[in-house]
């Protein structure tokens, strides 16, 4: 996500160096990416602000040990201020859980999806055992007007209720901001995004329990846990919210994941 959409005022030079910068799919760059997952035989969940065709789209790619893009979606509806700089996803980014070999079903959203219901019903319905939760930086609660909703607790409270509503385990991932990207956007006398920090990366279990000892919050790096997968089982023979805890006959969604394209023939 663009940090300046949320402090700042049209501003077409800056405009164009994060057009310029933003990821294209179907590019070296990341080509490498998928080169280095391979050469490491990692998974990979990545968030990236996504280039296509000069238009900009909050994407997110899973990218197996093999270095094979499985899904590539957007996110859905970008949150308030995004809009001035990102469009908004068709039917085929419903597609964001997928198998990775030695792990499991692995899903993704993006920021504030997690807060739309009926999306995130779609997605334990495709019985994820981890959940890729992504976020721009996030900062303590000002004790102001600001939302409480977009500070680090309630970040983590919507990835900690996605972890027990789908019993499964969730990366709850953030950026970092850094005073060089303060400076580089000017934002240093916005309401947000004007001081250094907002990492509150962690990682809850499928019954909501945070298994990560935190980072500092200026602090790029790795959160480690084991992940049991007989905890979902666990879990799921309390709550299984798409198996013997849903009525079917009662509340169903519809969904449509066609994807919309610009032009067609008859």
Not at 165 to 188: C, K, P, Y
Not at 227 to 243: A, H, M, P
Request: charged share 25%; proline share 4%; with cysteine.
């Amino acid at each position: 996500m663009a940090p300046y959409s949320r402090t700042r005022s049209v501003d077409f030079d800056l405009s164009i160096a994060y057009i310029k910068n933003s990821l294209r799919v179907e590019s070296p760059e990341m080509d490498r990416i998928c080169a280095a997952a391979k050469e490491s035989n990692i998974s990979v969940v990545l968030g990236f602000s996504e280039n296509w065709n000069q238009s900009l789209y909050i994407s997110q790619a899973i990218i197996d040990h093999e270095g094979i893009i499985k899904v590539k979606r957007r996110k859905l509806k970008a949150t308030h201020m995004e809009r001035t700089v990102f469009g908004e996803a068709s039917g085929s980014s419903l597609t964001n859980v997928v198998d990775l070999a030695g792990i499991g079903r692995v899903g993704a959203l993006a920021c504030w999806e997690h807060a739309l219901p009926l999306l995130k019903y779609h997605s334990y319905s495709q019985r994820e055992s981890i959940h890729v939760s992504q976020w721009p930086p996030v900062w303590e609660h000002s004790g102001g007007p600001d939302l409480w909703s977009m500070s680090r607790d309630g970040s983590r409270t919507l990835s900690q209720t996605y972890a027990i509503e789908s019993q499964s385990f969730v990366l709850h991932t953030t950026a970092v901001l850094s005073q060089e990207g303060i400076d580089r956007m000017n934002t240093s006398n916005g309401l947000v995004m004007n001081v250094p920090g907002g990492g509150t990366s962690a990682i809850f279990g499928p019954d909501g329990r945070k298994l990560s000892e935190d980072l500092p919050d200026t602090v790029e790096g790795f959160l480690y846990a084991d992940l049991d997968l007989d905890e979902i089982l666990k879990s799921r023979s309390f709550l299984d919210v798409c198996g013997h805890y849903s009525r079917p006959d009662l509340l169903t969604i519809r969904i449509n994941d066609i994807e919309r394209v610009l032009a067609d023939t008859a």
